[in-house]
């Protein structure tokens, strides 16, 4: 029976010239993953991850403490392009944290209703999300996945049947390096982990970050 193991990536370069790069912090997250789902025994019968630089460099930090299948890339587990959606939306880019989160969830849903376009239509996103669940789902036991709060929660928020808004909520939620679960049987996929940190405990507690 499939279980997809859906890990957003570790923290990125908020606020840097190129996000797409893990910090200092980011590396020590994701090698400390690797080390609690070992603990967990976790054997992944396949490895997927999404195409972007933080995706594979949070995997090589798992993969530290893991011994993983080579990773298939899928495009599907990439993230939606959030600065464009910002610029369609107007208004600038906030430089304030949480003015630049409260932002995207605004253009995010304006974007899922049609009212500002992308790169590509939320519809578009949709599909090719959910052919990389499908892809992962068609294994026969654990899935690693290593991907974007985006792209994780829109698979959550089917699995739960939820309206589309329920992406951006559960996404702001989202912790870094977080751990969801769904478990696949036949045409039914139910959602049975959200947002864990099993490498978080109270003298690690400087690993939590949301961005």
């Not at 993953?33 to 396949?46: I, N, Y």
């Not at 090589?60 to 298939?72: K, R």
């Not at 880019?93 to 849903?109: G, I, M, Q, T, Y």
């Amino acid at each position: 029976m499939p279980e997809l193991v859906l890990i957003r990536h570790a923290q990125a370069s908020f606020g840097a010239a190129d996000y797409d790069v893990l910090s200092d912090l980011g590396h020590a997250q994701s090698r400390a993953l690797g080390m609690a789902l070992k603990r967990q025994g976790l054997a992944p019968v396949a490895v997927y991850r999404g195409a972007m630089r933080r995706h594979r460099e949070t995997l090589e930090g798992i993969a530290t403490a893991l011994d993983l299948p080579a990773p298939t890339i899928h495009e599907g587990l990439n993230e939606f392009d959030s600065k464009a959606l910002l610029a369609s939306f107007g208004g600038g880019v906030p430089s304030d944290r949480k003015a630049h989160f409260r932002r995207l969830r605004e253009a995010v849903v304006a974007w899922q209703n049609g009212e500002i376009d992308g790169p590509e239509s939320f519809a578009a996103f949709t599909d090719r999300v959910m052919q990389a669940q499908s892809a992962m789902a068609a294994h026969d036991g654990p899935v690693l996945a290593v991907s974007s709060g985006g792209a994780i929660c829109r698979m959550l928020a089917a699995a739960v049947r939820a309206p589309a808004q329920t992406m951006i909520e559960l996404q702001l939620q989202m912790k870094n390096c977080a751990v969801n679960r769904l478990l696949a049987t036949g045409d039914t996929t139910f959602l049975t982990g959200f947002n864990e940190t099993p490498h978080i405990d109270a003298e690690a507690a400087h690993m939590l970050t949301f961005s």
